[in-house]
């Protein structure tokens, strides 16, 4: 199943990046983002209400390493955001997306250093591939 949410993640980044750029002709940046970041909390609210996801949740039961570490995540995300949108706004979309994935690359080496996940000849050789790919899409 979690191969099938990844594919669909990577659909609906797709149609951000399109909508986005069509969306960004009118409108600064940092507006956008941030009215788009409005958007998906209200969003993300309903359905994990409608989903019953907050039936006995509480916020006290979150530990103050885990509230840290989610802020921290949040506030990442943001700056991702920002720089995406802003990225968007000055170049192309195909080659703003193309560099933005290399976080594939980042995650690859992070994961390693963070949470313990192996670098395999595989993995080296699949972000060098990204790279060289990124390159390649890039390049004049």
Known sequence: MWLLYAFLSA??????????????????????????????????FLV?????????FS?????SKDWLLIVLSAVAGALSWLFYFWALKLGQASKVVVIDRL???FVIILAALFLGEGITWRSAVGALFMVGGAILVTIK
Do not use: Q
């Open 11 to 44: 659909l609906s980044a797709a149609l951000v990046a399109i909508l986005a750029k069509l969306g960004l002709k009118g409108i600064d940046p940092t507006v956008a983002t941030t009215i788009r970041g409005i958007i998906m909390g209200v969003f993300l």
């Open 48 to 56: 994990t209400l409608t989903i019953g996801k907050f039936d006995g």
């Open 59 to 63: 916020f006290r039961n979150i530990e």
């Open 103 to 105: 976080s594939l690359v």
